[in-house]
């Protein structure tokens, strides 16, 4: 079979016009190639529930679940945007999808690329070379801090009642009190952590010494969910004796990232640290506008920048694509993996020489990377140079 439906979710803010330039990429692979792509777009979000009610029309969860061979999400987000109980609006797309759907790993690679600049100092300063920040977080997405969100959000898109935590005594916390629970479950932990084991396989290893290094983020000093995740890391690494098994504390992690990032490979960690470590780990790849994500489960799958809404950016056409293009790379590659088609796998890798050669280039980039392109120019520019590598 070489046709899949895309699902496009534009979303909120900017991802209306990465989804633009995710979608030209698309199309170069399917003009140049045996697969065709039925894109179907589906307007959701914060921005659509102000506009129309509705966080996106009835049936669209069913169609990601049931129709999509894949998903690419823009951005949820939008300023003002909130259900009558508080939560975000958009919820049911990009939180319902991660719990509705199992897609319990949100799998963020976090490389430099040559003639990017990172962004410590919030200046063009180049401290590293490119090649010396490669490594891939895996973030656990369906439960942990997030779980009775993500609850909600899949319930709401699934038309159940909603979840939500039973009543709780604090001892010593008078009048009102909110709080999240965080429950981590080993087997959550278990897919997850094999998944970390699974991606580290066919890696090179640390851009600093090369070793096959798989790192378990956490704060297992002092939590308990932290304390079960990391005696399931164990008990899997134990499993993988050509890994060198490392440990960090969240906090720790923090600083270590941005002191050595080149000692790091494959890292795995639960819901919120990797929520807040890989806007960090965007830093060191030059920016969100870098950060390409995959939000990956047994069956289904969605990939969306990093980036979010940025709406202070919205309708300008000056954000850059680059987060958007990668995480198509990611979906091709997923799809070539699941449907055992090597020639997808080999597409992925074309969009990464396109983008790398794109960025070494240098003639042609988006203000956050110090140029001042648009963001359809630098979309026209890669999506021109894939068909170049693709002919
Ligand atoms: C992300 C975002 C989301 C998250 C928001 C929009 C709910 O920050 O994908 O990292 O917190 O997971
Ligand atoms: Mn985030």
């Not at 259900?83 to 999808?97: E, F, K, M, T």
């Amino acid at each position: 079979m070489a046709d899949y439906t895309i699902a496009i979710l534009p979303g909120d803010g900017v991802g209306r016009e990465v989804s633009v330039e995710a979608m030209k990429i698309l199309e170069v692979i399917q003009n140049h190639s045996k697969y065709n792509f039925d894109m179907k777009v589906i307007p959701c979000g914060g921005q659509n529930y102000l506009e129309t009610g509705e966080e996106w029309a009835e049936g669209s969860f069913e169609f990601c679940r049931d129709e999509a061979d894949a998903i690419f999400l823009g951005a949820i987000g939008y300023p003002g945007a909130r259900l009558p109980n508080g939560d975000l609006a958009g919820g049911s797309v990009i939180l319902g999808l991660r719990s509705g759907l199992e897609l319990y790993a949100n799998v963020r690679p976090i490389k430099l690329y040559e003639g990017v600049p990172h962004k410590i100092h919030g200046k063009f300063t180049q401290i590293w070379e490119a090649g010396m920040v490669d490594m891939v977080v895996l973030r656990e997405n369906t439960e942990g801090l997030y779980h009775a969100l993500l609850r909600r959000s899949a319930d709401r898109a699934l038309g159940r009642e909603a979840y939500e935590p039973p009543a709780m005594q604090f001892p010593g916390l008078d009048g009102e009190v909110a709080y999240d629970p965080r429950p981590i479950s080993a087997n959550g932990s278990k897919r997850i952590i094999d998944m970390a084991f699974d991606i580290a396989n066919r890696r090179k290893g640390a851009p600093g010494d090369g070793v096959n290094r798989v790192t378990c983020v956490d704060k297992s000093n002092v939590t308990r969910g932290c304390q079960l995740f990391r005696r399931v890391f164990d008990e899997i690494g134990e499993k993988h004796p050509d890994k060198e098994l490392d440990y960090s504390y969240i906090d720790a992690f923090m600083q270590w990232i941005t002191r050595n990032p080149e000692h790091y490979n494959v890292v795995v960690t639960s819901n919120m640290f990797g929520d807040i470590s890989t806007d960090l780990g965007a830093v060191l790849q030059g920016g969100m506008g870098m950060a390409a994500s995959g939000n990956i489960g047994d069956e289904h799958a969605f990939f969306e920048p990093v980036h979010g809404s940025a709406p202070k950016h919205a309708g300008l056409d000056r954000v850059n694509p680059i987060a958007s293009i990668n995480s198509i790379q990611m979906m091709m590659d997923w799809l070539g993996r699941k449907h055992g088609e090597d020639e997808l796998i080999a597409i992925g890798k074309l969009i990464d020489e396109s983008v790398a050669q794109h960025l070494t280039d240098g003639d042609m980039l988006t203000y956050d990377l110090g140029g001042d392109a648009k963001c359809s120019e630098v979309g026209d520019a890669i999506a021109k140079i894939l068909t170049e590598k693709m002919n």
